[in-house]
């Protein structure tokens, strides 16, 4: 291409060099003239655009490469908080108790956390902790007819100041939407399952679908009775998830080259299909004087960011281990 345009150049000069100027141009030479300087504009022009679009595609990769290393340590220092993180195993028998995420939305981590309270900072007294735990406006969450239990409840939280929350990385692969502003092969999106409504703490109005999993249940078998092992939900819990990041790879992208997972060590999800964002999670069985570590990975493309028409902007994989702080459980003389 570039010689081709220094060829035409040349013969441009040519006939301009060439021509008397007593005489002045003939028609032949204007027309020649002119037709050689169309095509040396038109293909610099092209050049141009061939140029901007690279550049266009570059940035677009810098950016979304940028955005899944941004989620995958936010997601990351979420882990750290950990107490009991799921392996794919225990994860699949623990969606039957999520919020039904529909065919398209795919859990991918779960983990409970400590979380301190109250869970919003705002003045206003409804995200606050009750200021006397003996007063009428507590909710009756158990439906016993009393408050017994809850004015118990709120006296403890006000020594502890925490509860556990669940929570859930979901991958959404509903692909990009005239009708929504996500436009990348899927998604990530967030769900946190918290004891009480953070908007109703006052009066500790538990959340639909929660289960203790230290009162009432266990981390392993929640939400289950830890004795008879059937269900303590009478409802599932309400979808309140949000997105975390767009333009993730599509979850079962051929290109995407998935690593196996080492010994005691279980893929989450179970699925092998999903490749552009799982995990391995240690067995929280496997040594109980050692605290479950996590690896991640994360693929991004750019396809479908402005002005990307290229299905294969992929951005390299990422890759983080966590290991998280939780000591519950933990026997550090085995």
């Not at 140029?51 to 940028?66: E, G, P, R, V, Y």
């Amino acid at each position: 291409m570039k010689h081709k345009v220094e060829q035409l150049t040349k013969l441009y000069f040519y006939f301009l060099s060439s021509s008397q100027p007593s005489q002045g141009f003939t028609l032949t030479e204007l027309l020649v003239a002119v037709f050689a300087g169309g095509i040396i504009i038109s293909t610099l022009l092209a050049q141009t655009v061939d140029f901007l679009k690279i550049d266009l595609k570059d940035s677009a990769q810098a950016n979304t490469q940028q955005e899944m290393r941004n989620a995958l340590n936010f997601i990351a220092r979420d882990l750290r908080e950990a107490v009991y993180v799921y392996d794919g195993t225990e994860l699949a028998a623990l969606e039957s108790h999520l919020p039904d995420f529909g065919s398209n939305r795919k859990p991918i981590i779960a983990f409970w956390k400590i979380e301190r309270l109250p869970y919003i900072e705002d003045s206003d007294s409804k995200y606050q902790l009750p200021g006397d735990c003996e007063n009428d406006t507590l909710t009756d969450n158990n439906s016993d007819g009393d408050l017994d239990e809850e004015r118990t409840n709120c006296k403890n939280l006000k020594i502890e100041r925490s509860t556990y929350t669940l929570v859930t990385y979901i991958q959404n692969t509903t692909g990009p939407s005239a009708s929504t502003v996500w436009q990348g092969q899927s998604r990530l999106e967030r769900f946190e399952l918290r004891k009480y409504q953070p908007d109703a703490l006052d009066k500790l109005t538990r959340t639909t679908g929660y289960i203790d999993p230290r009162q009432e249940s266990t981390f392993a078998d929640w939400p289950n009775d830890p004795i008879t092992l059937s269900s303590l939900q009478s409802n599932l819990p309400t979808d309140t998830a949000e997105t975390l990041v767009d333009f993730v790879a599509a979850y079962n992208d051929a290109s995407i080259t998935a690593s196996s997972c080492p010994t005691n060590y279980t893929r989450t999800p179970t699925d092998s299909n999903y490749k552009s964002f799982y995990a391995c999670v240690r067995s929280s069985t496997a040594d109980n004087a050692i605290n479950q570590d996590v690896t991640l990975y994360l693929t991004g493309n750019a396809y479908g960011q402005s002005g990307i028409l290229d299905q294969n902007a992929y951005v390299p994989q990422l890759e983080t281990q966590v290991i998280s702080r939780g000591v519950i459980d933990k026997n550090p003389t085995n």
